[in-house]
């Protein structure tokens, strides 16, 4: 099982940015995805996540501002995050649960004041 983030970056409060996730080594189209992230001194939190149906669900603190979605073809899990904010600084990986907890390298989101 591969996972390969990628689209984070620097960018200013309010701002927007796209992550993608590509995987490889599973069914994808049968696989619930999902993001999570990790602020530094913190534990790694739920994000997002969409099922196999295209069900979402959101961490309430998000709610509203990202937007999770899947390319079946693609093989690609996607992470819509606008009107961001500096409490949204972490390294955001993708996650898919088989019979184990699979991760992504991650890619650091940072979002300046």
């Known amino acids: 099982v591969q996972l390969q983030a990628s689209g984070g970056g620097l960018v200013q409060a309010g701002g927007s940015l796209r992550l993608s996730c590509a995987a490889s080594?599973?069914?994808?189209?049968?696989?619930?995805m999902g993001w999570y992230r990790q602020a530094p001194g913190s534990e790694r939190d739920l994000v997002a996540t969409?099922?196999?149906?295209?069900?979402?669900t959101y961490a309430e603190s998000v709610q509203g501002r990202f937007t999770i979605s899947r390319d079946n073809v693609k093989r690609t899990v996607y992470l819509q995050m606008n009107s961001l904010t500096p409490d949204d600084t972490a390294v955001y990986y993708c996650?898919?649960?088989?019979?184990?907890?699979?991760w992504g390298r991650g890619t650091q989101v940072t979002v300046s004041s």
């Open positions: 080594g599973i069914n994808f189209k049968l696989n619930t």
């Open positions: 969409i099922t196999s149906s295209g069900g979402t």
């Open positions: 996650n898919v649960r088989l019979n184990r907890n699979f």
